[in-house]
């Protein structure tokens, strides 16, 4: 079962435009939920993460926002390079430690 | 400061063949996970150590599957009689914290296992 759902499964977005990846969970235990980025071949990479307690983080062109009642969280990638063309991963944990992944977005950013 | 290391890169296997994948995690983390994942899809969860301790191993497939994390040296995900469908990518990540939803982990670029 999967507790983490991800969409897209891939997505392509011209540069300069905005990229979302949408997440959804069912775990009300999950209290923190951060995302990754993956590059072919390379292990992920923590991007920006976020706890339930704020609707929203922004750390440069990365944005979370997070609805606690809705139960589903989303990236934004603001102006899209394509440099920022790899795989993102949504994940939550519960504090025993292990996360839990989404699916993945393949991301391709156009110049 | 090194990362995350993991040894070999890429592995490849016979079936009936043991793998032996290798991890050592950053300088100053005493915690290691080890994740999988197949083609296409997310990392999944296999098993969580500290040293010389099994945290949890609730994503570890009963059979054929162990780990460890010795007071000295890397931590060994070890598959014994590997089949085609233990082809995977497989990750190790680490961390410094417990107990706290800041628990960021830090992965290698996994150990890529290949079972002719």
């Not at chain 2, 162990?66 to 233990?86: M, T, W």
Request: hydrophobic content about 35%; proline content about 6%; glycine content about 8%.
């Amino acid at each position: 079962q999967q507790q983490v759902k991800q969409s897209p499964q891939s997505l392509i977005v011209q540069k300069g435009g905005i990229s979302i990846i949408n997440c959804a969970y069912e775990n009300t235990a999950f209290d923190y939920f951060p995302w990754y980025q993956q590059f072919p071949g390379k292990g992920p990479a923590l991007l920006i993460a976020i706890r339930p307690d704020v609707s929203e983080k922004k750390e440069g062109r990365f944005t979370i926002s997070f609805n606690k009642s809705a139960k589903q969280f989303s990236l934004h990638i603001m102006d899209s390079q394509p440099g920022d063309s790899a795989t993102y991963f949504c994940a939550a944990e519960t504090g025993a430690n292990n996360l839990f992944f989404g699916t993945g977005t393949r991301l391709t950013v156009i110049p | 400061n090194a990362g995350v290391m993991q040894n070999p890169r890429h592995l490849v296997r016979r079936r009936g063949q043991e793998a032996r994948l290798r991890c050592s995690p950053m300088k100053g983390h005493s915690h290691v996970y080890w994740y999988r994942q197949l083609p296409e899809e997310g990392l999944k969860f296999m098993v969580y150590l500290q040293k010389e301790n099994i945290i949890d191993e609730s994503g570890m497939p009963k059979e054929r599957f162990s780990a460890e994390f010795p007071k000295e040296g890397p931590s060994i995900l070890r598959i014994q009689q590997v089949v085609r469908g233990d082809s995977a990518a497989y990750f190790c990540a680490s961390s410094s914290l417990t107990g706290s939803s800041y628990n960021e982990q830090f992965f290698g670029p996994g150990t890529r296992l290949t079972v002719l």
